[in-house]
Every structure is written in structure tokens, then in C-alpha cells.
């Protein structure tokens, strides 16, 4: 019969196992930190000549990723592409191949087009962003039914559409790629006290056909998530009204501010690498608290 051991004695042997351990791991396991690299993927960003786009496609870059800008001006999407290398360049990294590429995402025409060429210049892609999207306020009884297709047409056909294509090229070459859609927080809460009905139903819409898709994608190694932020300062969140409305929307904010652009870059990377290889048919909110009332 083995001899007693004290509670003392065990928790002490324990705590010594634990430390050798933690040295072994400590000198000679892989870092956390090279999951997170996107070296030499290639990332397609829609919607990235300004703001959280730009933000984005900046992250995956200065994470070694190469990268095609896709946008409803040519001309917006070339300043971008230059600003991008330009900041890469200045962080001491080679310069990344980055392709601005002009595309209506609610044409089925122009997005096919689009995805055709960005395929052809880079062979292969790996990560896709839905960003591109409208958003609009109106009373619900006041809504005119253009002014809510066109929401409706880029929020969620534009995000169909390009997920669409890069499901289809991802499951043709086997690739184990990660498609992100840009929600919003807006699809699973009423924001207040702005009045947006068509933006809130398109960006629910974007919710469910992430899950849908990732369901369905997940046999072939496909992960789709949604990324959706709560209030970001933006050039077209600025403007008088849109002021007087962000000092109500601080006070329901439990840390106090509208988020900037740039605090998504980390979120998104984690969500396009290895490091969330496990993540699928989740919806990541990042809004300050606002929704955890």
C-alpha cells in the first residue's frame, strides 16, 4: 500500500511538473505569433479604397499577404493601392503586390469580370472580405423602394455574389480559404435613435447567409464568419448630424468612444489566419459593449 501523501506535497510536486513543463514549452515549442502570418496569400478586399476596407486590406498586407482592391472608382482604388505599398514600404517590409480592380459588387456581370481577372493576376485566392456597403436612414412608412433595393442590391447580393465566386474557385482548387462578411452589429440589434430599417434587414440578411454558407462550405475546409463592428469614425460618419448623434451613441457605449478604423486590423487578421483555424459560422462583434447591455 503506497505510503500517505499530504494535500501540501502533491500541490507542491504538481506546481514543480507545471513549471518544468512550462520551461520545455517556453524554449521549445513554435510561437504564438507566426499563426497569425498571411505570407503569401492572396486577400481580396471589397470596398477598401476608404475606411475600414483600406484598414483591412493594410493589415493583411503589413501581414505579408498580397492583396487586390476592389472598388466602384479606378481611380480611388489606384490612390489606395499606392498609399498601401507606400506604408508597407515604411514599415521596413518589401513592398506587396497590390491591384486595384474597379467593380459595381451588385452587377452579377461585373463581378464575375472582376473575380475572373483577379484569379488570371494572381492565380489563387485565399481570403475574401465583403466590405462594400451602402447604408441609409429613413422612417420605415416614408422608405422609397428604390432608395431600399439599392441597399439591399450592394449589402447583400454584392456580398453574395463575390462569396459566391470565391466558394466556387476555393472548392475547384482545394483551397482551405476564409471568407469574411462585414455585418454589423445593426443586424442583430436596433440601433437608436436613427431610424434604418433597410440597412438593419440587409445586414441581418448578411448574418444568416454567413451561417448558411459556412455549413455548407465547411466539408471542403472553407471557414465563412462575419466580422460586425459597432460604430466606427469614418469620413462618411462625419458631418453635423452625424456629431449630434455620436454623443448619444457614446453614452451607450461602455468604453466611452467610437471606435477608429485602424482597432479592426487585429480582429481580421486572427479571423483570416491559421491562429482561428477553428472559427466558422460565428459573428464577431466588435463594438465597444454596446450591444452587451
Not at 513549471?19 to 513554435?30: D, L, M, V
Request: glycine share 8%.
Amino acid at each position: 500500500m503506497p505510503p500517505y501523501v499530504s494535500r501540501t506535497a502533491l500541490l507542491r510536486n504538481g506546481l514543480a511538473a507545471a513549471s518544468r513543463i512550462g520551461r520545455r514549452y517556453a524554449h521549445g515549442a513554435s510561437r504564438t505569433l507566426p499563426i497569425f502570418s498571411l505570407e503569401g496569400k492572396t486577400c481580396v478586399v471589397t470596398g477598401a479604397s476608404q475606411g475600414l476596407g483600406t484598414q483591412i486590406l493594410a493589415a493583411f498586407a503589413l501581414s505579408g499577404a498580397k492583396g487586390a482592391i476592389v472598388d466602384l472608382s479606378q481611380e480611388s482604388a489606384d490612390s489606395t493601392a499606392a498609399d498601401l505599398k507606400k506604408e508597407v514600404k515604411d514599415a521596413g517590409l518589401p513592398e506587396p503586390k497590390i491591384k486595384a480592380y474597379e467593380c459595381d459588387t451588385s452587377s452579377e456581370e461585373m463581378v464575375t469580370k472582376t473575380w475572373d481577372q483577379i484569379v488570371k493576376e494572381f492565380k489563387r485566392v485565399d481570403v475574401l472580405v465583403t466590405n462594400a456597403g451602402v447604408a441609409g436612414g429613413t422612417a420605415a412608412e416614408e422608405y422609397d423602394f428604390k432608395d431600399w433595393q439599392k441597399i439591399l442590391d450592394v449589402n447583400v447580393n454584392g456580398t453574395f455574389l463575390f462569396a459566391r465566386a470565391a466558394g466556387n474557385h476555393m472548392i475547384e482548387q482545394k483551397i482551405p480559404g476564409s471568407i469574411i462578411m462585414i455585418g454589423s452589429m445593426s443586424g442583430s440589434i436596433v440601433n437608436k435613435p436613427q431610424k434604418q430599417s433597410a440597412y438593419n434587414a440587409s445586414k441581418a440578411a448578411v448574418n444568416h447567409m454567413m451561417r448558411s454558407f459556412a455549413t455548407e462550405w465547411g466539408e471542403h475546409g472553407i471557414r465563412v464568419n462575419a466580422l460586425s463592428p459597432g460604430y466606427i469614425k469614418t469620413a462618411k460618419t462625419q458631418g453635423d448630424e452625424m456629431e449630434e448623434l455620436s454623443k448619444q451613441w457614446v453614452d451607450m457605449i461602455p468604453l466611452h468612444r467610437i471606435a477608429t478604423p485602424e482597432e479592426f486590423r487585429g480582429t481580421v487578421v486572427w479571423m483570416a489566419s491559421d491562429a482561428s483555424s477553428y472559427l466558422t459560422g460565428s459573428d464577431i462583434v466588435v463594438d465597444g459593449g454596446y450591444t452587451a447591455w
